[in-house]
């Protein structure tokens, strides 16, 4: 997959110059309409288990865009919710467009958080290895149980169950896989270029 960097200067939604830590992240070459739907649908659910992984997600997510000089994009907590309806899997679904600055703009907030919660997320994740190698549910370990109930609920109350793509995780088994599957991203976006190659992993067999 070819992505190519936009060499000419953007200016954000509010008019100011673009914060210049989107210009880590390259552009994919895409059509006019915005990104992709697994794009803006991956988004969400990156951030959907860091809303499970700590209290008070959202508002983690609008400090991180202050700390990131991003609220020219994200400027409050309508704009964000807005944003994470962009995905189609949401009960509050919105056809309007997600830009590629508003994507970058979360993916930059959903590392940055990642990468505060990398050593929680390695040992939920090694709980996970040595529970499963023994046997022993993963409701024994208070932590992991915690964010997989978190997250559950959170996927229950927000997405629209008559969807296809959400009417498959029809059981907390289900759920828990795709729980498990999403903390494993995380720890990838806190390596190393984790960030940029999280990114471009979004868009794969997006362009065009």
């Known amino acids: ?13 509010s008019g100011q110059s673009k914060p210049l830590i989107l210009d880590s992240l390259p552009n994919p070459q895409l059509s006019d ?18 809303e499970a992984l700590e209290l008070g997600g959202s508002e983690a997510m609008l400090f991180a865009a202050k700390e ?4 020219s994009i994200i400027k409050n907590r309508v ?24 994507a970058k703009a ?23 290895q040595q529970l499963s190698e023994k046997q022993i549910p993963l409701e024994q370990h208070f932590r992991l149980s915690d ?39 995380l720890l990838f976006c806190t390596g190393t270029s984790g960030m940029q190659r999280f990114w471009i992993s979004l868009f794969d067999g997006e362009v065009v």
């Not at 704009?79 to 508003?102: F, G």
């Open 1 to 13: 997959m070819n992505l190519s960097v936009s060499v000419m200067p953007t200016n954000s939604p």
């Open 33 to 50: 309409r915005g990104c992709p739907p697994r794009t803006r649908q991956q988004i969400d659910l990156i951030l959907l288990a860091i």
């Open 68 to 71: 990131l000089e991003l609220q």
């Open 79 to 102: 704009v964000l919710w807005r944003l994470r309806c962009t995905s189609p899997l949401r009960r509050s679904h919105t056809r309007r467009p997600l830009t590629i600055e508003e």
């Open 106 to 128: 979360l993916v930059v907030i959903a590392t940055h958080l990642a990468r505060r919660m990398t050593v929680l997320i390695r040992q939920l994740l090694l709980a996970y």
């Open 147 to 185: 964010y997989l109930e978190r997250f559950r609920a959170h996927f229950r109350s927000r997405m629209n169950p008559r969807r296809a793509k959400v009417a498959i995780y029809n059981s907390d088994e289900k759920l828990n896989e795709l729980a498990l599957s999403l903390l494993s991203q």
